[in-house]
């Protein structure tokens, strides 16, 4: 998983609809795979390892929609059960190699999705409130 801040803007959701949307450009990606490897002093965060040059996903047809209610965990929410058409284009740095941190040498690539065919059969988009926004 990444976390990454996006402008304002870049996500719409849209509940009586069922539909969302995310749309960005230029986002740099810190990964490191895996929880060991971030908290791994030989990956450092602060080293990019790929760029999302342009990322459109947009959520609709639902196919069913859940509430669940926890009281005693103090959550509610409201999902809907959608597809997602994802359009992507990322690329990755070539690196150089090294012997400390041994680094292997490795080519930048770019990866580029074909527009509006790559198709998630199973999304969610939905609505939380838990903690102090439970009430």
């Known amino acids: 998983m990444w976390i990454a801040s996006v402008s304002d803007g870049s996500a719409k959701v849209d509940m009586r609809k069922e539909t969302a949307s995310l749309h960005v450009k230029d986002v740099v990606v810190f990964d490191a795979f895996t929880v060991p490897n971030s908290l791994n002093t030989f990956h450092p965060l602060g ?9 459109r996903i947009e959520w609709s047809g639902t196919t069913m929609m859940r509430s669940q209610t926890d009281c005693a965990d103090g959550f509610r929410g409201e999902f809907f059960e959608d597809s997602a058409t994802i359009e992507v284009t990322a690329t990755t740095p070539p690196v150089a190699a090294s012997t400390c941190p041994p680094v292997a040498a490795r080519n930048g690539f770019q990866f580029v999705s074909e527009p509006g065919t790559t198709i998630s059969h199973f999304a969610q988009i ?5 903690g102090v926004f439970f009430a």
């Open 126 to 130: 939905g609505r939380e409130h838990s």
């Open 47 to 55: 080293r990019v390892n790929a760029m999302i040059n342009s990322l």
